[in-house]
């Protein structure tokens, strides 16, 4: 029977390059009722703001019931793993559907007599991105997400709105987003902690609006390196080896840690490679969120101002002060940690009625004098993108 695979060309290309052939596609999903989950979220947004526990939880266990149900199936098809596994929320006939979907992958030509294939990993990377992902010395564990259903509430709202008569930050809003976003983070690094993996590769971050609350999600693959220390283990006292999950300590102490976690990294896999061969490794993925308002008088100034062409000055420095507020957020917490550069800075600005949200994000990373990767050059079937040939 011929196989039937999600996997491209080029990523069956690059799976052949590390001894893997393409297996079955595999789904799982979950239909939730809407009755149920707007109930949750009608109480939501009565709290005092932050999150919303009850809407975390359903979307979390729907989320994980569809990936269980796609991991039972790739175990009915065989594999030593499962690649560009998805984990997608779709409305459908008024209900929710969770939906994984992913593909099976083999060893090429196993030895007659070896032992039945057994899944060793599962991971959001697709055939490309697991090639960058291996050849850079990470080998992936398992597909893991963080979500976090979050509500502004009323009490925040009524404050916000006070306060957003006056020009500048709105530091209500900018802890309630900082805490959450902080918070989908945690959950996703405690998660590969909890599998051993000592860092947490790809992570793709997104926010959506359901049932009027927001829903924070983060997506990536739980990994191992080498060069990292297991989350398990504390460092000993007089050990020199460093590692990237450690802080670097001072003069008094050069040998404190924080916390025992796996780094984490929003790095595309094709800019990791890139990263690691030139001998940086991530520590932390870093962001940070700033609230602003324009203010009554700022606002009013910026309307009559737009009758007339020409620069309008009150929503360029206001702007501007926010996105540097954000970046010097996410500044400050890579230098906690040691790191030497933030890389893949990204900003965003989403308007929230007469709010504007700031948020910075990107990847610390720090140098390691015996990192680089297995290969010295990146195939060219690793980073071309597949073009669409189905147009709607």
């Given amino acids: 029977m011929p196989v039937m695979t999600g996997l491209s060309g080029n990523e069956i290309f690059c799976l052949k390059m590390k001894g893997m052939s393409p297996g079955e ?84 030509s196993p030895q007659p007599g070896t032992a039945p294939e057994q899944l060793r990993f599962t991971t959001s990377a697709d055939g490309q991105e697991l090639y960058c992902q291996l050849d850079a010395g990470f080998t992936p564990v398992q597909f893991v997400l963080g979500n976090v ?23 209500e809003f900018s802890d309630v987003f900082n805490r959450t976003r902080h918070l989908a983070l ?11 993996a000592n860092a947490v590769i790809g992570i793709e971050t997104r926010t959506m609006m359901f049932q009027g609350v927001h829903e924070m999600l983060m997506l990536g693959t739980a990994s191992k390196h080498a060069m990292l220390r297991d989350p398990a283990h504390a460092p000993q006292p007089g050990d020199e080896s460093r590692p990237l999950n450690y802080e670097p300590g001072n003069a008094t102490n050069p040998h404190v840690a924080y916390p025992v976690q796996p780094v984490t990294s929003d790095l595309t896999n094709e800019e990791m490679w890139n990263l690691v061969h030139i001998g940086y490794l991530p520590l932390k993925l870093v962001l940070g969120t700033a609230v602003y308002s324009l203010g009554v008088v700022g606002g009013l100034k910026a309307a009559l101002a737009s009758f007339t062409r020409g620069e309008i000055d009150p929503l360029t420095t206001l702007i501007y002060d926010a996105r540097e507020h954000a970046i010097g957020l996410i500044r400050d917490e890579a230098a906690a940690i040691g790191a030497d550069d933030v890389v893949g800075i990204k900003t965003h600005i989403h308007e929230h009625g007469s709010l504007l949200e700031f948020m910075a994000i990107g990847t610390a990373v720090k140098k390691f004098p015996t990192v680089t990767t297995l290969t010295p050059h990146l195939p060219s079937q690793a980073i071309i993108k597949d073009k669409d040939t189905w147009i709607g």
């Fill in 149 to 171: 259903a979050y509500s502004i509430g009323a009490t925040g709202g009524i404050i916000g709105s006070l306060k957003s008569m006056a020009r500048g930050e709105i530091k």
């Fill in 25 to 108: 596609l595999v789904i799982g999903n979950s239909v939730y009722s809407m009755g149920f989950l707007g109930s949750l979220a009608a109480a939501g947004r009565g709290f005092l703001g932050g999150e919303v526990t009850q809407i975390t939880s359903v979307i979390h266990e729907g989320r994980l019931q569809a990936y269980r149900r796609m991991v039972a199936e790739a175990q009915r098809h065989g594999g030593i793993g499962i690649t560009g596994v998805t984990n997608e929320l779709r409305m459908f006939h008024g209900n929710t559907e969770f939906l994984s979907v992913a593909s099976c992958v083999h060893r090429e």
């Fill in 186 to 196: 945690q959950r996703i690094t405690s998660e590969a902690a909890s599998l051993g």
